[in-house]
C-alpha cells in the first residue's frame, strides 16, 4: 500500500535535519556552498569561509580582490583546532570534496520535492504567517499587527532583509572570534615558551646554592684557622703552667725533707754530733718563674663580627631583577587589555548572535 504525503514527510523529516547537520560550514552556520574543501583534518569548509578565516589569522598579508597572494601561511581548523599549513597556493591548494558537494546537490533536489509544513504563524492573527520583522519591539511579527494590532506604531521591515543582515553580522563576528582564538592560541603559546623559560630559573637556583655552598666552605676554613690559633696558645699556656707547677712541687717535697731533717737534729742531746750536722738552705724560690697577673686571659682572641653579619644579611640578587619585575608587570598589562579587548568583542558577538537565533528560528 503506498505510503500517504504525510507519512512520507514524517520519515524523511529526521533524516533530512540530521543530514542538512551535517553539511552546515562551521563558520557561515549555513550549508556548505561550492568549492568545499577538506582539511588535512578531514573537516570541511567552504572554500570563500577558508579564505576568511585565513585572512583572519593572517592579517598582515598582502590581498588582492580578496584574494591571498602571499606564499603559504596557516590558520587552524574552527572545528578541532588542528593547524592547517597552506603553500604557495594558499587556500586554492587545498583539496575539494567532491563526495560532499555531491550529496549537497542529492539533498537539495530531494529537499525541494516536501513542502514545508513548519511555516511558523501568528499568535495573535489565525492563518497569518509570520513575515516581517519589528524593529522597535525587535521581534518577528505578522502584516496584520503592524496594520492593526500591537505593531501598528512601530517600524517594521521585511524579515528576509533583516535575517540576511544578522546573518551576515554573525558571520562577521564568527570570522572575528576565529581572528581572535588565534590571537588568544599565540599568546598562549608565548606563555608557554615563556612557563618554560621560567622553569629554567633551577639553573639560577643551583648556582645560587653553589655559591652558599662555597661560603660555607670559606667560613668553615677560616673558623677552623682561628680555633687552631687559639688552641695552640691555650696549649702553650697550660704546658708552661704544668710545668711551673711541676717545679714548686718539687722544691715543695725538697723543702719538707729539709724540714724533716732539721727537726731530727734539734733531737739530737749531743753536741758534738747536732755540730757536726749540715742544714743547707733550700727554702727561696727565686729562682722559680712566677705567673704574671692576667697571663690566664684569653680576651685577646675575641673576634668582632658584626661588619660580617650585615655583609651577608644584605646578600641578594644583582640590580637587574628590577628590570625584570617592570617588563614582567608591562607584559601582564598588555595581556590583561588584550584579553579585556577580546572579552568584549566576544560579548557583543554573542549578544549579535542570541538575536540572530531568534531570527533564525522563525526563518526556518
Do not use: W
Not at 581572535?180 to 633551577?202: K, M
Amino acid at each position: 500500500m503506498p505510503l500517504s504525503f504525510h507519512a512520507c514527510f514524517s520519515s524523511f523529516q529526521p533524516l533530512s535535519l540530521n543530514l542538512e547537520k551535517q553539511l552546515i560550514c562551521p563558520i557561515c552556520l549555513e550549508m556548505f556552498t561550492k568549492p568545499v574543501v577538506i582539511l588535512p583534518c578531514q573537516h570541511n569548509l567552504c572554500r570563500k569561509c577558508a579564505n576568511d578565516v585565513f585572512q583572519a589569522s593572517n592579517p598582515y598579508l598582502s590581498t588582492r580582490s580578496g584574494t591571498t597572494v602571499a606564499s603559504g601561511g596557516r590558520f587552524r581548523c574552527p572545528s578541532c583546532r588542528h593547524e592547517v599549513i597552506l603553500d604557495r597556493h594558499g587556500v586554492y591548494g587545498l583539496q575539494r570534496n567532491l563526495l560532499v558537494e555531491n550529496i549537497i546537490d542529492m539533498y537539495k533536489q530531494g529537499s525541494t520535492r516536501y513542502v514545508k509544513l513548519d511555516q511558523p504563524m501568528c499568535e495573535d492573527h489565525e492563518g497569518e504567517k509570520i513575515n516581517i520583522y519589528c524593529i522597535t519591539c525587535g521581534i518577528p511579527t505578522c502584516s496584520l499587527c503592524k496594520v492593526f494590532g500591537a505593531h501598528k506604531d512601530c517600524q517594521v521591515a521585511p524579515l528576509n532583509d533583516i535575517f540576511s543582515q544578522q546573518k551576515a553580522e554573525l558571520a562577521d563576528c564568527v570570522a572575528m572570534l576565529v581572528g581572535n582564538n588565534e590571537r588568544i592560541q599565540a599568546i598562549i603559546s608565548q606563555l608557554d615558551e615563556t612557563c618554560r623559560a621560567v622553569d629554567n630559573g633551577r639553573r639560577q637556583k643551583s648556582k645560587v646554592c653553589e655559591m652558599f655552598d662555597h661560603l660555607f666552605a670559606l667560613l668553615e676554613e677560616r673558623k677552623g684557622e682561628m680555633t687552631v690559633r687559639i688552641n695552640a696558645e691555650q696549649d702553650e699556656k697550660l704546658n708552661y703552667i704544668r710545668n711551673l707547677t711541676k717545679k714548686y712541687t718539687e722544691h715543695l717535697d725538697s723543702t719538707a725533707k729539709l724540714v724533716e731533717t732539721a727537726i731530727q737534729t734539734m733531737d739530737e742531746s749531743e753536741m758534738a754530733v747536732f755540730l757536726q750536722v749540715e742544714i743547707v738552705e733550700g727554702t727561696s724560690t727565686s729562682h722559680l718563674d712566677k705567673v704574671q697577673r692576667g697571663y690566664e686571659n684569653m680576651d685577646h682572641f675575641t673576634a668582632n663580627f658584626e661588619l660580617q653579619r650585615k655583609a651577608l644579611s644584605q646578600v641578594d640578587f644583582i640590580k637587574r631583577k628590577l628590570l625584570h619585575c617592570l617588563m614582567r608587570d608591562t607584559m601582564l598589562n598588555v595581556l590583561s587589555a588584550s584579553l579585556a579587548l577580546m572579552l568584549a568583542e566576544k560579548t557583543q558577538c554573542l549578544h549579535e548572535a542570541s538575536k540572530f537565533r531568534i531570527i533564525l528560528r522563525y526563518e526556518h
